[in-house]
C-alpha cells in the first residue's frame, strides 16, 4: 500500500488560503502585518530550537522515534509555516516563485564543483561588518 503525503495533494495557495479563513473567521486581519507576523515566525522557530537544547544529534535522533516528541516538532513546523503563509498571504508574495529564485541565486551562490560536500571553504570566513547575507 502506497502511502500518500498530504504535501502531495494541496497546493501552498490552497494551504495560503485555509491560514488566512482561520484569521479571517477570528477577525485577525488587524494582527497579520508583516513586522508583526516576521516576528512570529521568529518566535515559533525559538520554540521549535527549545526542542533541541542541550541534546546532541544522537539524542535527537532517539528523540525522534518518540511520538510525543516527534509532533511537538510537528507543531512548530506547522506554526511556523502558518505565520510564513500568512506573510505571504498579506505581502502579496508569490512563495513558489520566491523559493524557485532563492534555489537558483544558491545555485550560482554554491556551485556543486566548488560545494559539493562542504557548507563552506577553507578560509573563506567572513568576520567583519562588511558580511552581507543574502
Ligand atoms: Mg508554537
Redesign the pocket.
Known sequence: MIKMKLDDELTISQLEEKVWKFIENRNWEKYHKPKDIAESICI?AA?LLELFQWRSHEEVEKLMGREDYRNRIE??LA?ITIYILSFAKVTGIDLSKSIIEKIEKNAKKYPVEKYYGKAYLEGNIKLDSTYQSS
Do not use: K, M, V
Request: aromatic residues 0%; glycine residues 0%; negative net charge.
Open positions: 515559533e520554540e507543531e512548530e506554526d
